[in-house]
Nanobody, 119 residues
């Protein structure tokens, strides 16, 4: 079984920083893309950032403030969030598009971690 486990969410004041981590574990052959999505109350889940190979992609709303990185040997992806705004408040989900042992490629999700930006 493949699992994605997130950590690092919490409450932060506007202008503050948080770092999210997500570790993938289990019988994994290869991970192609890792990324972060978020869902605010009453809104649809939206892409925040993805990383594949040496390429990164960001939503316009987080460009210049968030940085995605990956530790390939640890199957871990990070999201450094700086200059946080109240509108960044959401549940953040880790996603991995990967090939597990004994099955086809697919998308896997973490359980989500709450990020709240408030004074």
């Amino acid at each position: 079984q493949v699992q994605l486990v997130e950590s690092g969410g919490g409450l932060v004041q506007p202008g503050g920083s948080l770092r999210l981590s997500c570790a993938a574990s289990g019988s994994i052959v290869s991970i192609y893309v890792m990324g972060w999505y978020r869902q605010a109350p009453g809104k649809q889940r939206e892409l925040v950032a993805t990383i594949t190979g040496g390429n990164t992609h960001y939503a316009d709303s987080v460009k210049g403030r968030f940085t995605i990185s990956r530790a390939y040997a640890k199957n871990t992806v990070y999201l450094q969030m700086n200059s946080l705004k109240p509108e960044d408040t959401a549940v953040y989900y880790c996603n991995a598009h990967l090939l597990p042992v004994g099955s086809g490629r697919g998308d896997y999700w973490g359980q989500g971690t709450q990020v709240t930006v408030s004074s």
